[in-house]
């Protein structure tokens, strides 16, 4: 019995929370859910640790050694000998390096924008799937109610010998239609509501606040083609091609000689038969070292390895460009063409409307022609639908645009 109220309360809270939100806020609910984006903040993370890495000097060398043997000096026998050695890259390699794992850093921020961009289309387009299915109901449902409105009708001129039993018959078979969509639909939303919800990383029966109209805008040259050149795709493939670029600099610097300090500190025993001059006095030997890459074969393979990833890169950006072009063109042409849709099928609407009331004010002076009036009935009813999937359209458009030019 607990249990059952536990439930149901459950449902309520959900249903509560559910109403209570909106597209802006299913936005921040998939942004904070989204595992992928969590992912490519890590990835970020260990790009900029990367930059410390890679701008740290070679190890720094020390070795410690013994003579087993005494090597015999004026000033005494050698016991003990310390070293320490550093090897310095050629000047400007270390900071290449840097700016090569920065830019590298900033294409996986591009990275991140774009997936978020990318998740944001994906919940804007569900979310306006669950609107057209929503709207779908609540339209069927209205024209339900016109059907008993029209089924009563050709009873009452039924018994008055008005119309016949066939005019009822295709009233109750349009209504059992318009019944059995109503009832796909039912399911239909089920399903693209916990869609949503797994969208969003969350309960998947969380009730979902769809949308009940779709505002159309006036866009006046609000998605500007010229944006796209600031979409994360394309800055991604820039920061690539300069990380490419630095990586190339590092590289030629490679090839050039590597210096290398140094000190030894030898420990000297003191002697016992004679004292000379500096008698047991420890050697102290700085060292300058340079290594000379004579083999720099590997050296020039690497930067030409380099240069053609780098024309790799500029090919796949101007590719990925005409690629968003073409996308830009076909939804600004798909949101024009839906917008005109939808003023058509609002007038359509208004015609049948229109004809339907004629229809019935023609009751009161002679018989009514039920066929005519279902006929007029499932015109209206074909423009309400295409209305919805217009308005659809058009919204899914808008959020494509979006995608392409603004930064979300």
């Given at each position: ?109 591009n990275t991140i924008d774009f997936t978020k961009r990318k998740l944001f289309l994906d919940v804007k387009t569900r979310y306006f799937d669950l609107f057209e299915i929503k709207a779908t109901k609540n339209i069927l449902n209205e024209n339900l109610e016109i059907l ?261």
């Amino acid at each position: 019995m607990y249990t059952k109220y536990l439930y149901l309360a459950c449902c309520f809270f959900i249903a509560i929370h559910g109403k209570s939100q909106n597209l802006q806020d299913y936005l921040s609910i998939a942004e904070k859910n989204n595992l992928e984006l969590q992912a490519n903040q890590y990835q970020y993370e260990s790009a900029l640790e990367k930059i410390n890495e890679v701008g740290s000097l070679p190890n720094t060398s020390i070795g410690v050694g013994y003579f087993v043997q005494e090597a015999e000096t004026r000033v005494g026998a050698q016991k003990a000998k310390l070293s320490i050695s550093q090897k310095i890259p050629w000047f400007g390699t270390l900071t290449a390096k840097e700016e090569s794992a920065s830019f590298k850093a900033e294409a996986q921020l591009n990275t991140i924008d774009f997936t978020k961009r990318k998740l944001f289309l994906d919940v804007k387009t569900r979310y306006f799937d669950l609107f057209e299915i929503k709207a779908t109901k609540n339209i069927l449902n209205e024209n339900l109610e016109i059907l008993k409105t029209f089924e009563k009708l050709a009873l009452n001129e039924l018994e008055n010998n008005r119309s016949s039993m066939v005019d009822v018959l295709k009233i109750r078979i349009e209504k059992n239609e318009i019944e059995n969509n109503l009832n796909t639909i039912i399911e239909n939303y089920k399903a693209k509501q916990i869609a949503f919800n797994l969208l969003l990383n969350r309960d998947e029966h969380i009730v979902v606040n769809a949308l009940d109209s779709i505002f159309i805008q006036e866009e006046n040259d609000l998605f500007q083609k010229e944006l796209i050149s600031t979409n994360p795709k394309l800055l991604q493939l820039d920061n690539l091609k300069s990380s490419l670029e630095k990586s190339e600099l590092a590289a030629k610097n490679e090839g050039y000689p590597q210096i290398g300090v140094g000190l030894d500190y030898v420990f000297v025993e003191n002697r016992i038969i004679d004292t000379p001059i500096d008698n047991g006095k420890d050697i102290v030997m700085p060292m300058l070292t340079v290594s000379v890459p004579l083999f720099s074969k590997k050296y020039n393979s690497k930067q030409k390895q380099l240069k053609l990833e780098q024309k790799s890169i500029e090919s796949t950006k101007v590719n990925v460009l005409n690629q968003l072009y073409t996308s830009f063109e076909n939804s600004i042409s798909k949101l024009s063409s839906a917008k005109v849709s939808i003023l058509t099928y609002v007038e359509n609407i208004d015609e049948a409307e229109r004809i339907n009331k004629v229809l019935l004010a023609e009751y009161q002076t002679s018989k009514i022609d039920f066929e005519q009036l279902l006929e007029i009935q499932q015109l209206k009813l074909k423009f309400q639908l295409n209305k919805i999937a217009a308005e659809k359209q058009y919204a899914i458009q808008r959020a494509t645009l979006e995608f392409l030019t603004s930064n979300n």
